[in-house]
């Protein structure tokens, strides 16, 4: 069941905030996530309804949408060869089960520490659609 309010249920203006859509697989939206302050910054968000944890999901949905984690994680080290991706999965005030993938580069910004959520790094639209293009360019499901 979608949530009211939820902007990973409902998309639109709630959604545009902060992210934009890049593509669906079959239980998970890949959204790249508008503060670029990590090239390549995106989210794997759980889809088929609102769950805030993933001991909610059962084990077909939950194997489904790991592997869309770890899809959307390949694609971005072909991609941008970050050194690391930090992984978060937060939900304290959204409780939409999503992670946040963060390409990381030892001796660069935030190395070492965990990233921050907005750091008002916003990237223009066309550089919003570059990241949309190689991601879906060097996504292999």
């Known amino acids: 069941m979608k949530k009211e309010g939820c902007p990973y249920c409902n998309g639109g203006e709630a959604l545009a905030k902060f992210g934009v859509l890049a593509f669906k697989t079959e239980v998970s939206q890949i959204i790249v996530f508008k503060d670029q302050s990590h090239k390549g910054r995106c989210i794997v968000a759980y889809d088929l309804d609102h769950k805030g944890e993933i001991c909610e999901l059962d084990d077909e949905n939950r194997n489904k949408f790991l592997k869309d984690v770890n899809d959307v994680a390949k694609a971005l080290h072909k991609a941008y060869k970050p050194q690391r991706l930090n ?5 304290d005030t959204l409780g939409h089960l999503h992670f946040h993938l963060v390409p990381k580069y030892e001796g660069e910004f ?3 520490g965990t990233f921050q959520m907005n750091t008002g790094n916003y990237a ?3 550089e919003i659609n570059e990241v949309i293009k190689t991601l879906k360019a060097n996504y292999k499901a």
Not at 87 to 91: K, M, P, T, V
């Open 87 to 91: 992984y978060g999965a937060y939900g």
């Open 124 to 126: 223009s639209d066309d």
């Open 110 to 112: 935030e190395w070492g």
